[in-house]
């Protein structure tokens, strides 16, 4: 077998699926071909290959490289100020009715230039390769008008494009309302659906498409039609569902066959079977959880009980998530959500690619797979969700290209 890298002297943890945990092999081998892996598996089994390049690991973990499906990486300003209002007790519903939140980074970004965009996610970018991190999506929502959308969209293509990870887009412009459509929403709402989307999407800005369903954001109403424009122009859908309340939003999404259904803190059983029924995966955010001090729990036994897939992400925005790092998001879904280690890890691999909709292509280690590899100084894969804030990372590899 031909192969332009061999990565040998290794474990693996493939997180293929099966009676074996991590889908774990103790001395492992893969091979590498045109960013793709040709073959994996232990060593002794090695086929006979010609290899251009040998990489020893002497004996680190490869994992899959580990994906961020769900970001709003893109933004400008800051709010800390918030923070410290919400630590004095003044509540995220609260600072958002009174012209904060939300809007306050929508000012800061339409204000910031695309270079200036591009230049801050990227130092945050910086916190989620550095724990691994291979592939990231990244939510506009933040521009809320057609052009501050694009930019917005446009800087994370740049950032897939140059900022050596890779990028999916989400479309949220059903975030907030725009400050100019304070009193008229329903002006924005067909305007985000009938102009925005469209052009983003003509100009191949967009990968799916989000909103964010809550009391003080928008309707089941609204986000029906929205999601139907989607599924006109070919997109999926995800979205932001009973975060803060029960807003029947987990049987939105799987109305739409959303790829999924993110927060869910609030989702009850009916909503949490739908989603089993349409393979809607449902993504947990503890950052979130743990920066609103939130004390009800994702339905998480419901959830293994019924077979829907569960994928960890950071959330990574300036409101309610200030959270660069994935490893440290894998230790918040355990201690906060009771998740094991096993089910962190594959939250943020097997089941965040499906959350991406790429679960052909990323996820796990298997032959015909993109060669995105993280490569960890640990003795245990149950370490990656164990240590918040250490440096655990050695290497990542993206398409079979050493990228960290
Ligand atoms: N994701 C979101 O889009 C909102 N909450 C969340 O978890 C709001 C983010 C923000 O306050 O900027
Ligand atoms: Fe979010």
């Given amino acids: 077998m031909d192969a332009d890298l061999l990565i040998a002297d290794c474990k693996l943890a493939t997180m293929v699926k099966g009676d074996v945990p991590y889908g774990a092999i103790e001395d492992g081998a893969v091979l590498i071909k045109d960013g793709r892996i040709a073959w994996v598996g232990p060593r002794a089994d090695l086929p006979e290959y010609k290899a251009e390049k040998i990489e020893t690991l002497e004996g680190r973990w490869v994992t899959p490289g580990l994906i961020d499906c769900h970001t709003h990486l893109v933004f400008g300003g800051d709010r800390s100020g918030e923070f410290e209002q919400r630590l004095e007790g003044v509540s995220y519903e609260e ?46 929502g933040y521009g809320l008008d057609l052009d501050s959308e694009l930019k917005m969209l446009r800087v994370a293509r740049r950032i897939g494009r140059e900022g050596g990870v890779r990028v999916r887009t989400s479309y949220l412009g059903l975030h907030a309302l725009p400050p100019e459509h304070k009193d008229d929403r329903e002006t924005y709402v067909t305007k985000a659906i009938e102009d925005i989307l469209p052009a983003a999407h003509a100009q191949g800005l967009v990968d799916a498409v989000d909103a964010y369903c809550e009391p003080i954001a928008f309707s089941v109403e609204e986000i029906s039609r929205l999601f139907a424009k989607a599924h006109e122009l070919g997109l999926p859908v995800k979205l932001h569902a009973d975060q803060l309340s029960d807003s029947d939003g987990a049987a939105l999404a799987a109305r739409y066959q959303a790829l999924s259904a993110d927060h869910i803190e609030y989702s009850n059983e009916d909503g949490i079977r739908a989603m089993a029924k349409k393979g809607t995966v449902g993504v947990l955010l503890p950052g979130a959880f743990l920066m609103l001090r939130e004390t009800q729990v994702p339905p998480v036994d419901l959830m293994r009980q019924h077979g829907v897939p569960m994928a960890v992400a950071t959330d990574c925005n300036p409101g309610t998530s200030p959270v660069a790092s994935m490893t440290s998001t894998l230790n918040l879904a355990c201690v906060q959500f009771r998740l094991t280690p096993e089910e962190a890890l594959s939250g943020a691999t097997r089941e965040g690619a499906r959350a991406l909709g790429l679960q052909d292509e990323l996820g796990t280690l298997e032959v015909g797979k993109r060669a995105d590899l993280a490569v960890w100084n640990i003795t245990r894969p149950a370490e990656l969700s164990y240590w918040l804030g250490a440096p655990l990372l050695h290497s990542a590899w993206v398409d079979g290209q050493r990228r960290i």
């Fill in 95 to 140: 600072i958002a009715r009174s012209g904060g939140g939300i809007v306050s980074s929508v000012r800061a970004t339409r204000e910031d230039s695309e270079d200036e965009l591009f230049a801050s996610a990227m130092a945050r970018l910086k916190g989620l390769k550095d724990t691994g991190v291979t592939t990231v999506e990244i939510k506009s």
